[in-house]
């Protein structure tokens, strides 16, 4: 059995833009959220709101530039947790309307990203996918629950892999496995 670009990457992106929106279900009630939006990790980088923006940007990024279609737009206002649940929401939506067989084809696609100051990159569909939007995605993704974290709001590693609950079994006797 082969196993899909695809595969690799689409459900996952899925499974983890799902997971955020539960962190911010959990930042709710435990923190102010008009605070945690603006919040971030050092002066010099994005506060939660964009890196949510960012990772679920990178994901819909891949499927549209692997397929050569357009993602669906999103303006970047979001200015509340339901805001940002929504466009998760969203974006695992279009995430499940991509066809598999047109995601992994691009793979030999050429991929262009022009930046706003006019620089960009250029890559070949795999490296594209690889090299650049599965490590952007999770670092964002990361970003948003350590800022979470560095804010007090009560998640760890299994909020992060909860999309993994139907797989867990009791550890063994007397150990944590």
């Known amino acids: 059995m082969s196993y899909s670009a695809y595969q690799s990457t689409v459900p996952a992106f899925i499974a983890l833009l799902g997971n955020m929106a539960a962190w911010l ?25 964009r890196q949510i923006q960012i990772a679920a940007d990178a994901a819909k990024g891949a499927a549209a530039r692997l397929t050569g279609t357009e993602a669906p737009v999103m303006a970047d206002t979001e200015a509340s947790f339901a805001e940002l649940k929504e466009r998760c929401a969203k974006t695992i939506a279009y995430l499940e309307s991509v066809d598999p067989a047109a995601y992994d ?21 795999a490296t594209f996918l690889n090299g650049f939007a599965v ?13 979470l974290r560095a804010q007090g709001v009560e998640i760890g590693k299994l909020d992060y892999l909860a999309h993994l609950a139907g797989h867990m079994f009791p550890p063994p006797a007397g150990g944590n496995g």
């Not at 930042?27 to 945690?36: P, T």
């Not at 084809?105 to 569909?125: C, H, K, Q, S, Y």
């Open 105 to 125: 084809a691009g793979l030999d696609r050429e991929v262009v990203i022009t930046f706003p100051n006019g620089a960009g990159l250029r890559f070949d569909g």
């Open 135 to 147: 490590p952007n995605f999770y670092f964002h993704a990361s970003a948003t629950y350590a800022i």
């Open 25 to 49: 279900d959990k930042a709710a009630l435990q923190k102010d959220e008009s605070l945690l939006i603006e919040a971030r990790l050092a002066p010099d980088m994005f506060p939660l709101a």
